[in-house]
C-alpha cells in the first residue's frame, strides 16, 4: 500500500509562489512514476504535471507549464510542487498521485491518491 501526504497548500497573492510537498512510503519512487493533479470547484480533476520517470523528462499540462516546476528528494521520499507566478485560475485542491501507467492519459491512470492540500489565489 503507497501512501501519499500533501502539505504546503494555503493562500496566496496571485503573482507569488507556493511550494507543495507529498510524502510518500519507503520505496515509492523505485516503483511508482508520482504526478500532481489539481481539481477546481464544479470542475473535473486535471492533469498538472509528471515528474522524470525511467529516463524521461518532467512534463506539464499547457496551463502550468513554465510556471510550476516537480522536483523529488529520494531522501526524504518526498515529491514536490513548486509553483510560481501564480494566477487566481489555479486555486483548486491539488492531489499527488502514484501512476499505474506511464505516461497516464487520464485520471484511471492513477492507482494512489493523496489527500489533496488546497491552494486559493487570490486577485
Known amino acids: 500500500q503507497v501512501q501519499l501526504v500533501e502539505s504546503g497548500g494555503g493562500l496566496v497573492q496571485a503573482g507569488g509562489s507556493l511550494r507543495l510537498s507529498c510524502a510518500t512510503s519507503s520505496g515509492t519512487f523505485s516503483s511508482w512514476a508520482m504526478a500532481w493533479y489539481r481539481q477546481a470547484p464544479g470542475k473535473e480533476r486535471e492533469f498538472v504535471g509528471v515528474g522524470s520517470w525511467t529516463g524521461s523528462n518532467a512534463y506539464y499540462s499547457d496551463s502550468v507549464k513554465g510556471r510550476f516546476t516537480i522536483s523529488s528528494d529520494n531522501t526524504k521520499s518526498t515529491v514536490y510542487l513548486h509553483m510560481n507566478s501564480l494566477k487566481p485560475e489555479d486555486t483548486a485542491v491539488y492531489y499527488c498521485?502514484?501512476?499505474?501507467?506511464?505516461?497516464?492519459?487520464?485520471?484511471?491512470?492513477?492507482?494512489?491518491w493523496g489527500q489533496g492540500t488546497q491552494v486559493t489565489v487570490s486577485s
Open positions: 498521485a502514484a501512476l499505474s501507467r506511464y505516461p497516464p492519459t487520464t485520471v484511471r491512470d492513477v492507482a494512489y
